[in-house]
């Protein structure tokens, strides 16, 4: 039965109404005794008519006490009756405070919060069965709506922020009009370099895409529509395969194939990259323990996984890599953690303490050097990596390009000096697998050796 707002207050005026009226008739109890006490006396008194002389005036001090008796009586018994009825009023007003004023007073200043853009806790008061309740559960719908709202502006404008520009159109040729000749001037100043054009706003088709991508993207995985696949990693000295790389995919339900570069970045600007690394990551870990080896580094192939920034930041990762590694069974020496070099521009404490965690587990840290500058490699050259990643980028045309034949095989040395692997990614011409070979690098990676598929072709190239 709802105990509504109108029937507590009604239930506290008539608590209050109770006390006082048992005050009234306390006291009225109280005033009876002592006017009867006074009675008996006044009716002593006329009786002593009666009696001696000798004996008048030690009656009448005896009647005299009595009457002083009944009145301090009284006084201390009204003292007590105002005292123990003046608590429970009290009590009374404490609990109209905390059942009514209170919870009313709350909910003004959530409001007044929540007017000027602030974000607020949930509300306790959302689980009484009362108006305060409902008043509190919509403010706390409101407040989610609001945080949704302003997620949602930021994620569009981050959008916006991102689009590419559109091209500028050129300008429209002007007619030449036929002037007098003028003089011409002793020095032109040097025309100013044209503004930049703005970037144009995508178009709201774009944007709605993107909204409606990233809804879908929270259920993908759990409506079968996102798979992992392997690109095979191999050696460059003997074409032998030592491991495979995890590449997510994702087949929409109606668009069909989307690519990586589509909602890897939509996946990274949520928290949504953390709940899919960590599917990417127990899969993976599963499907390279059941792959053909003796169970040990040197005879079995390992896994690399991709890994973010907000993953190696989230507090939880250590413990999700040895669950993950527990239930497979895989070693964690196999198991090889890629990362984007970038992450370690910052130098963020936390990361830095994740990845020494996972480095004491036993796992291989690689660093995806593609596209890295001068201060990025320096950044990578000083970390305690077990790999390196060179890009597509600094390999193509190596049979043509001295300069890029020269870059790559700078920082294969680099690796080599350092001891660690340097892995080239990005291979689609056997011509670049010979380059790479004389330049001494352990593994390669591309197409020409083979595209990604799925875990049962791994075992099968595995076992041939």
């Known amino acids: 039965m709802r105990f509504g707002l109108q029937a507590r207050f009604i239930a506290i005026l008539l608590l209050a109404g109770a006390i006082a009226l048992g005050a009234v008739f306390v006291l009225h109890r109280q005033l009876e005794a002592r006017d009867r006490a006074v009675a008996e006396a006044v009716q002593n008194l006329i009786d002593l008519g009666g009696v001696r002389q000798a004996n008048q005036e030690q009656m009448q001090g005896e009647i005299t006490a009595r009457i002083e008796a009944a009145d301090h009586s009284y006084r201390v018994d009204l003292s007590l009756t105002v005292f123990v009825f003046g608590l429970l009023l009290a009590g009374v007003a404490w609990l109209a405070w905390q059942m009514l004023v209170r919870p009313i007073l709350g909910l003004a200043e959530i409001a007044q919060r929540i007017e000027a853009g602030d974000e607020v806790a949930p509300l306790v008061d959302s689980q009484r069965d009362d108006e305060i309740g409902d008043l509190a559960c919509a403010f706390n719908t409101l407040n989610d709506a609001l945080i949704a709202l302003r997620q949602r502006m930021d994620h569009d404008a981050g959008l916006i922020e991102r689009a590419p520009p559109a091209p500028v159109p050129d300008a429209p040729s002007t007619t030449m009009v036929m002037k007098p000749p003028a003089p011409k001037p002793a020095a032109a100043p040097s025309p100013a370099p044209p503004t ?72 990274e600007r949520s928290d949504l990259i953390v709940a899919l690394g960590r599917h990417v990551l127990v899969q993976a870990c599963s499907d390279a323990g059941l792959w053909p080896g003796d169970g040990t580094p040197e005879h079995s192939p390992f896994i690399s996984v991709n890994v973010s920034e907000r993953q190696l930041r989230d507090q939880q990762m250590f413990e999700y890599v040895v669950e993950a590694l527990r239930k497979s069974g895989l070693a964690a020496s196999r198991l090889h953690l890629e990362m984007q070099v970038s992450v370690l521009r910052d130098g963020d404490p936390a990361i830095e303490a994740m990845l020494e965690q996972l480095r004491g587990l036993g796992v291989q840290i690689w660093l995806d050097a593609t596209g890295a500058d001068a201060s990025d490699q320096e950044r990578w050259m000083k970390a305690p990596v077990s790999g390196v990643k060179v890009g597509r980028s600094r390999i193509q045309g190596k049979t043509a390009q001295a300069a890029d034949m020269a870059s790559t095989g700078a920082i294969v040395a680099t690796a080599r000096a350092l001891r660690i692997v340097a892995v080239v990614v990005g291979v689609e011409e056997l011509s670049e697998l010979n380059v790479l070979k004389e330049q001494g690098a352990d593994l390669a990676q591309g197409y020409v050796l083979c595209k990604p598929v799925g875990t049962a072709e791994i075992g099968r190239r595995l076992l041939a």
Do not use: C, N, T
């Not at 929270?218 to 050696?235: C, D, F, K, N, T």
């Not at 989307?258 to 909602?263: A, G, L």
């Open 196 to 267: 930049p054009a703005p970037k144009p706003a995508p178009p709201p088709q774009d944007i709605e895409r993107q909204r409606r991508l990233e809804d879908d993207l929270r259920e993908a995985w759990q409506r079968g529509e996102m798979s992992v696949l392997y690109q095979p990693i191999h050696s460059v000295a003997d074409g032998s395969m030592r491991g495979a790389e995890a590449l997510l995919r994702w087949q929409h339900r109606i668009e069909g194939a989307i690519s990586p570069h589509e909602f890897i970045p939509l996946a």
